[in-house]
Nanobody, 112 residues
Framework: QVQLVESGGGLVQPGGSLRLSCAASGIIVSRNYMAWYRQAPGKQRELVAFIRSSGTTRYADSVKGRFTVSRDNAKNTVHLQMNSLKPEDTAVYYC??????WGQGTPVTVSS
C-alpha cells in the first residue's frame, strides 16, 4: 500500500523560503516518477514540478528559478525547496507518485 505524507508547510512572508517534504512508503521514490502539485483557493490543481527516475526535473514556468525538487534516496523522501516565495504561491501543496497516488497535502501561505 502506497502512502505519501507531506510536511513542511506553513506561513511565510513574501521573499521567504520553505522546504516541503514528502515521505513515501510502499513505493521507491528513486525508481518512480514523483511530482508536486498545488491547488489555490478557487483554482484547479496544477503541476509545480516533477522528478523522473532518471533524475530529470521539470518546473512550471511560474516557479522556475525559485523552486527545486530533489529526493533523498536513503530516506525515500522527495523535497520541494521553495525560495523567493510570493503571495501567489499560496496554496495547498500535494505530493504525487506515478500520476496515481496522492498525499493529504500541506498548506502554504505567503503573506505579510
Amino acid at each position: 500500500q502506497v502512502q505519501l505524507v507531506e510536511s513542511g508547510g506553513g506561513l511565510v512572508q513574501p521573499g521567504g523560503s520553505l522546504r516541503l517534504s514528502c515521505a513515501a512508503s510502499g513505493i521507491i521514490v528513486s525508481r518512480n516518477y514523483m511530482a508536486w502539485y498545488r491547488q489555490a483557493p478557487g483554482k484547479q490543481r496544477e503541476l509545480v514540478a516533477f522528478i523522473r527516475s532518471s533524475g530529470t526535473t521539470r518546473y512550471a514556468d511560474s516557479v522556475k528559478g525559485r523552486f527545486t525538487v530533489s529526493r533523498d534516496n536513503a530516506k525515500n523522501t522527495v523535497h520541494l525547496q521553495m525560495n523567493s516565495l510570493k503571495p501567489e504561491d499560496t496554496a495547498v501543496y500535494y505530493c504525487n507518485a506515478v500520476d496515481y497516488y496522492w498525499g493529504q497535502g500541506t498548506p502554504v501561505t505567503v503573506s505579510s
